[in-house]
């Protein structure tokens, strides 16, 4: 039962590791690198260990509490994780101390919180800021859809710059959803366009890394320069809940 487990997973990963490559070869510059993110919220531990036992070493997770839970569960052997969920100020400091990267900074506050909550001597946090590129009312994100949004951003951004323990190296954008894997490549290049904005406004800001794209459209974020791919259900397969699938 586990070792079909790892061998389904691994046999996702692989060819969603093949998509990407062969989108790399095909859109972007040579050397470019794209890492694909496995979203395992709402995933058991079972299933995690399943798939470090496939190769897979970087997982997003959404709710810092359930993952906590699932870090502890794991025992000493740790993979890297990534905050990829809204924050609640009061579950900043669960973040600050077992992530290794936050996509989703949407307020100063929140980056603020990290700051405070980073322990002393670790290396600074680095951190995305989540935009809203499509202006969709039910999504987290700094407003961005309209360009005359873009200079409060890079107000933000400089404000964040000024904390000594996160550091901001990109933007993150969930698009909204649809069937047609290309119904989101506007806003992918959108947030390209702002991440460009921001270096050229002010060059002190290096910002290498896009995280856009999941299951249903990261081939489309891959031709929009997308640096992170964050990737669920195509890899660990659909979510149900955690406890039907010990
Ligand atoms: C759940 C989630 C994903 C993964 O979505 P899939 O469709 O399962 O690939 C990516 N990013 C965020 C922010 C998510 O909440």
Redesign the pocket.
């Known amino acids: 039962m586990m070792e079909g487990r790892v061998e389904e997973i691994r046999h996702n990963y692989d060819a969603v590791q093949e998509q990407v490559a062969d989108a790399i070869l095909k859109y972007r510059n040579r050397g470019d690198s794209v890492k694909v993110i496995v979203?395992s919220?709402r995933k058991s531990v079972e299933v995690i260990s399943a798939a470090m036992q496939a190769g897979i070493d970087t997982f997003?997770e959404?709710y810092p509490e359930e993952a906590a839970e699932k870090m502890d569960q794991l025992g000493p052997e740790q993979p890297t994780w990534h905050m990829?969920?809204h924050i609640q100020s009061r579950k900043a400091g669960i973040v600050a101390a077992r992530f290794g990267m936050v996509?989703?900074v949407d307020t100063f506050r929140i980056a603020e919180k990290l700051d405070h909550a980073r322990l002393a001597g670790a290396s600074p946090l680095p951190i995305l800021l989540e935009c809203n590129v499509s202006g969709e009312e039910s999504k987290f994100g700094l407003p961005a859809q309209q360009r005359n949004r873009w200079p409060a951003i890079l107000e933000l951004a400089r404000q964040v710059a000024a904390l000594p323990s996160v550091v901001i190296v990109g933007l993150m954008t969930?698009p909204p959803w649809s069937e047609d894997p290309e119904f989101a490549r506007p806003y992918f290049a959108k947030l390209r366009q702002l991440r460009d904005w921001i270096q050229e406004e002010d060059p002190r800001f290096i910002l290498p890394h896009l995280s856009m794209g999941?299951?249903?459209d990261y081939i489309a974020a891959i031709k929009e320069g997308a640096t992170m791919v964050?990737?669920?259900?195509?890899i660990l397969g659909s979510?149900i809940q955690l406890n039907e699938e010990k």
Do not use: D, L, P
């Not at 964050?230 to 195509?234: E, L, Q």
């Open positions: 979203v919220k997003g959404n990829i969920g996509h989703s969930m999941t299951s249903g964050r990737i669920g259900t195509a979510r």
